[in-house]
Nanobody
Framework: QVQLVESGGGLVQAGDSLRLSCVVS????????AGWFREVPGKGRETVAL????????YYGDSVKGRVTISRDNAKNTVSLQMNSLKAEDTALYYC?????????????????WGQGTQVTVSS
């Protein structure tokens, strides 16, 4: 059974940093693309950052570009999201996702495996 478990969310002040982690288990067959998405009530799920298996290709959403860094440690089956200079508008439920298609899927739709999410709240 595939499981993605996020951690690291919390309540922070504007300007603070936060590091989210996602542990992936149960994926057989090797490689997978991973990503972070976020969602606020009433809005669609927004793509935050994506990373390929080897970690040498990344994608960042326009709203977070320059402030976040996605990374992965395949030996530990972990995907991380370092977020700096947080703003109130970064407040959302953050989800980790994985897919074995090998393709960077820029929208949330189409990703096969999802975690339960971790809440990030930034107070201004």
């Amino acid at each position: 059974q595939v499981q993605l478990v996020e951690s690291g969310g919390g309540l922070v002040q504007a300007g603070d940093s936060l590091r989210l982690s996602c542990v992936v288990s149960g994926l057989t067959g090797g490689t997978y693309v991973a990503g972070w998405f976020r969602e606020v009530p009433g809005k669609g799920r927004e793509t935050v950052a994506l990373i390929n298996w080897s970690g040498d290709k990344t994608y960042y959403g326009d709203s977070v570009k320059g402030r976040v860094t996605i990374s992965r440690d395949n030996a530990k089956n972990t995907v991380s999201l370092q977020m700096n200079s947080l703003k109130a508008e970064d407040t959302a439920l953050y989800y980790c996702a994985a897919d074995q298609s090998g393709v960077f899927i820029l929208t949330a739709r189409g990703w096969k495996y999802w975690g339960q999410g971790t809440q990030v709240t930034v107070s201004s």
